[in-house]
């Protein structure tokens, strides 16, 4: 369709020449939820991989039959299938732990009491909105990828649902600002904006969760391993404001994996508070042990096997803009 102002009537919405923070109050409310439309796919396609890995019946365990009533084994026993459905749990989950810290700093920041309070909770939204919708995003689409996989030749037709998630998620990662534009809105506004100051309170905040692992039994090697990445991410960034500050060129090229890089440890450092309240829990008696012990296999697994992904974007994005401009446009064909 087509709309037609001419000569319509216009009225100012909020002071002269601060449209554009206009636009941003609500375009931060809108990227959240993309990013929480892509937790959701990401929800949905790990409740459907499960059922089938259950279900399903195919060869025997490594170590022998589980099943031996059965004509074979349900798949869950194969250790690849449970690695895909363990990235799929532990992604999701640790989004959707993200996802609630920064929900309250939306609330935080229409209903705290004190006005100060208010601006800590809006500077905080404001940094990790486009961690938010740019990683929930693809996560959403790594994890549906993943349920399709899981269901073999069944998850690519359309009969079991698995491949519509992966292309509903397909989307969520272009509309409200395509992924790329929200690591650049990270660098750009947000880290280059105060020179790092929101981030490095966020990494302090992070590391309370460190000494209260360092408190508890059992918890001391993940502690450790996440309190250095946090403190990794702190020099990164400082270096990621030094390389910028220097060439312009250099916020377009560690955009993407920066904020690969912070969502990772920001999901380490969420884990690890997990981890933190379920040792605490079995300690303390409760009876529900085996959802606290899972949520405990559940971070060792994340930290095991999905916070090494951030040394490769540490990598990647220390290599620099120069690889990247280097080639003459001519010759992208050769």
Known sequence: CVMNFDGAQGWLVGEANQGL?????????????VGLQGLGIAEAAFQGGLAYARERLQSRSLAGPVA?????DPIIVHPDVRRMLL?????TEGCRMLGIYTARQ??????AISAPARQAAARRAALLIPIVKAFFTDVGQEVASLGVQVYGGHGYIREWGMEQLVRDSRITQLYEGTNGIQALDLIR????????????LLIDEMALHVRAANALGGLQAMATAVGQRLEEWRALSAHV??????????SGAVSVDFLAYSAYVLLAAMWLQAAVRAQATLAAGSAETAFYRAKLDAATFYWRRI????????EALLGGADCLMALPASDFAF
């Open 87 to 91: 990235t799929q749990k532990t992604l």
């Open 307 to 314: 916070l090494p992904r951030a040394t490769a974007h540490r």
């Open 189 to 200: 506004r947000k880290v280059l904006g105060d020179g790092g100051a929101e981030l490095n």
């Open 68 to 72: 031996a009533q059965k004509p074979a």
């Open 21 to 33: 923070a206009c636009m941003f109050t609500m375009m931060n409310d809108a990227r959240f939820q």
């Open 106 to 111: 939306l609330d935080l920041e229409h209903g």
């Open 241 to 250: 404001v030094e390389a910028c500050e220097r060439d312009p060129q250099e």
